[in-house]
């Protein structure tokens, strides 16, 4: 079946360094959306990607499609604690894009 | 958060009861969607529903049903608690249209089962 797989599963960096997760998935997706899950908290929606090769950015945040639509990157600049967290990298599938294809995500922690 | 509740968010229970939780929304969205997650498995789809009265399983169905009979109540229940059925649930809605999709999640509910 779909599966969308991430790594690294887990991270540490120092606060101010960056930090990368990636996301592959096993079929093309009509789709890619990234979702942040702070530590006893729910998951929050970041951004979604649907164009072949699409960079989106918010703030520190630089978000990127692959051009074959089955990969995707999160980059953070300058890590803060407040980046801390879990991120997910849910996919669509094509033609059903209403149900997410979930991965385990990446746990991120920030040393101060 | 699009205005959505779960209750209980907390629940203690014993092996072999009947569990209902309960997933509201104040905006009408018409997809609706439970997860659990657990450690090292990430989200896991239960069930879902893209309108009153019509749902569809997800990949950890077995042991769960679902019912919406109005568009702002999604329930789940479990209808012979067990052991690994110990988890967070939670609830989402979908509101986006055409190709974006979009979910947002209830606070979620922590159940054990002992």
């Known amino acids: 079946g779909q599966q969308v797989m991430q790594i690294p599963q887990y991270q540490h960096v120092q606060e101010g360094e960056d930090f990368t997760t990636y996301c592959n998935s096993s079929?093309?997706?009509?789709?890619i959306q990234w979702y942040k899950q702070r530590p006893g908290g729910h998951p929050v929606f970041l951004i979604q990607?649907?164009?072949s090769g699409e960079v989106k950015k918010q703030k520190r945040l630089t978000f990127q499609f692959g051009e074959a639509k089955k990969n995707s990157s999160l980059h953070i600049t300058a890590t803060q604690t407040t980046d801390v967290g879990t991120y997910f990298c849910?996919?669509?599938?094509?033609?059903?894009?209403?149900?997410?294809?979930w991965g385990l995500g990446t746990s991120l922690a920030v040393n101060p | 958060d699009a205005g959505i509740t779960q209750s209980p968010r907390h629940k203690v229970t014993e092996t072999g009861t009947p569990v209902t939780l309960r997933c509201h929304q104040t905006?009408?969205?018409?997809?609706m969607y439970w997860y659990r997650q657990d450690p090292g498995h990430g989200l896991r789809l239960i069930h879902y529903?893209?309108?009153?009265?019509?749902?569809d399983k997800g990949e950890v169905s077995d042991g769960y049903s679902v019912s919406r009979s109005k568009t702002e109540d999604f329930l789940l229940t479990l209808e012979s608690a067990t052991s690994s059925q110990t988890s967070v649930y939670f609830c989402?809605?979908?509101?986006?249209?055409?190709?974006?999709?979009?979910?947002?999640f209830g606070p979620g509910t922590r159940l054990t089962v002992l």
């Open positions: 989402a809605i979908s509101r986006g249209g055409g190709d974006y999709n979009e979910q947002f």
């Open positions: 079929t093309t997706l009509s789709n």
């Open positions: 529903s893209y309108g009153v009265k019509d749902t």
């Open positions: 905006e009408n969205h018409r997809y």
């Open positions: 990607l649907v164009k």
């Open positions: 849910p996919g669509g599938g094509a033609g059903n894009n209403r149900k997410l294809i």
